[in-house]
Structures are given as C-alpha cells and as structure tokens.
C-alpha cells in the first residue's frame, strides 16, 4: 500500500501484525500507525482505537507492548544523516585550516552509508547478514570515539551554530530559514512578488540560493521543501500597500533625495533601482543640452527631463 507518512506515489509499505515502510522506514504496530497518523500519543491512540472499535479492556487499564528496538537500517540512517550535518557543519574555511576529526569521517564514509542504504531496500540475507556486520564494526568503533566528538559538537553549538535553523534531529525549521534569509536579504512581499533593495528579485537565483542551503539536511522531496520555503517568506514579509516614493531616486550605488539630504550610499527596499550609479562630478551632458536647446524652448525641456527622469 503506499504510505501515508511521506508523499508516497508508488506503494512501499506492508502491512501485516506491524506496518514498516521501505521509503520512509516509518515502523510500528496498530498503536504506532494510529498515534502517528493522527499525531497522538500511545495513550490517547489507544483509547482513540477504543472508542472507534467498540472495543473494552478488562481492568481499564492500558497495557502498551514494548517497542522493538530499532533496526540496523534505522540506525544507520540516523548515522547517515549526522554525516551529512558534520560535513556542513566542519568544512574547512581555508586551505590551510587543520581538518576537523568530524568532516573527516563525513568524507570518509557518506558515500560508503550510502551504498548500503540502497541495498538495504529491498535486503536478500546475504545484503543483512553484510549491513549487520558493517554496522557492528562501525558501532563498536564510534562507541570508542563519539563521546570525545559530542562533547566538541555541544561545545561549538554553544559558542556558534552554522545552521540555526536546523534542529537536534537533523531537520529544517522554515520559520528559522526564512529568519536567517531575512538577515541576510532583507526583503518584502507585495502582491505575491518579492522586492529587496535592488529591486524585484530574482526568484530563481533566490530558489537555487536556498537549493544550497538546505540540499544537505532535506533527504527527500527537496524541490517541495524549497517551494514551501518561499510559500512561508511571502507569508512572513507580506506587506499591504507600498506607497509611492517620490522624494527619492534609487540608483546603484545609493539613493538621491531631491530635499536638502542629496545623495548617500545607503540603499532601501525599493520596487524598482536604475542601473546607474550617481556621479557628483561627472561632467555635464554638453551635446545632449545642445541638442536639447536647438529643438525645444527652456520650459519644455525641463518638462523632458523629468519626464525622462
């Protein structure tokens, strides 16, 4: 059947006495599927089951089962995921920087993860018998070297994480992406458009921009991701009405106020900025005000220039 837990198009979950999904590795029994399907607790999933089945307990009581330990794929996807977090999180800045231990075991092993996540989809028991072994190996091994590892990681979050808008779990928090965005690009939304200080933006520079940001912590259905991530920035910077400037003109390099202010180098948010950049001591158009001159009587050519801008 095709799961419910993750856009699933094409079915890839079974169901029997539990429920696995081959895509997504959602796992549990009837209590699990129902707690996560209406986002309950064991509890209330249980008396939901009550209440929907006629069904009654002897003593009143709920008894849950115990939850079966995770499975060797479902660790080694978790190990797979903190790869991809160290290798963001610890890339060298400069050429000469000392490697950190993390990046290194990021380099070393995603692509060798990788290989046996895809075995493991559809696993024959030579591929389990090899994914039970490698990761046996590679667990006795961490057990030796995490605990140094996680306390430098607790340490470096403390002081100055790289990606504020990712969570413990590895996954994005778009309220906190489009934060971050902001800080960098201060924008607004007017009529479903994006304006910053240059101007419209350009919507597919901005989708690739948060295409590099996020490819690294979204694992699956990343173009949706990115599209929900612009969907939440128009939300989040949405603005009414924007009333015409007609005090200033914004140009390349700054903005010029016609009043006593003249020209500074700051910019603003801007619907519109002239690929110009305003020179002080650039000399005067001497032809153009010649040519102006012989066609047109003073009155009108001020009426032209303004008019030209």
Request: charged letters at 35%; glycine letters at 4%; proline letters at 7%.
């Amino acid at each position: 059947m095709c799961c419910p837990f993750h856009g699933d198009k094409h079915p890839s979950m079974k169901v029997d006495s539990r429920f696995h999904c081959f895509a997504c590795q959602a796992d549990g029994d009837v209590i699990d599927f129902v707690g996560r399907l209406f986002q309950l607790s064991p509890y209330k999933a249980v008396e939901k089951l009550k209440e929907d089945f006629g069904m009654a307990l002897a003593d009143g009581k709920v008894r849950l089962a115990p939850r079966r330990p995770p499975t060797v794929r479902q660790q080694l996807l978790d190990y797979y995921r903190c790869l991809q977090r160290w290798r963001v999180r610890y890339a060298p800045q400069s050429p000469t920087e000392e490697l950190h231990p993390c990046f290194l075991e990021a380099i070393k092993n995603l692509d060798i993860v990788e290989y046996y996540l895809d075995c493991s989809v559809l696993p024959d028991p030579q591929t389990e018998n090899e994914l039970r072994k490698y990761w046996e190996g590679l667990h006795e091994r961490l057990e030796k070297e995490e605990q140094d590892w996680r306390d430098e990681d607790e340490l470096e979050e403390e002081e100055d994480c790289e990606c504020p808008w990712v969570d413990s779990k590895g996954k994005v928090r778009e309220t906190a992406y489009c934060q971050y965005l902001l800080e960098k690009h201060p924008m607004m939304c007017l009529k479903q458009k994006l304006f910053d200080q240059n101007g419209e933006v350009d919507e597919d520079a901005l989708l690739y921009e948060v295409h590099s940001d996020l490819r690294d912590f979204v694992l699956d259905n990343l173009a949706k991701k990115e599209k929900q991530v612009l969907d939440a920035l128009r939300i989040e910077t949405y603005t009414p009405e924007w009333k015409p400037q007609l005090d200033r003109i914004h140009l390349q390099n700054g903005t010029y106020f016609l009043d006593e202010r003249g020209f500074v180098p700051e910019k603003e948010l801007c619907l519109n900025r002239l690929p110009v950049e305003y020179q002080p001591d650039a000399p005067a158009p001497t032809k153009w005000l010649e040519f102006l001159d012989g066609l047109l009587i003073p009155e009108d050519i001020l009426t032209l220039q303004e008019y030209l801008g």
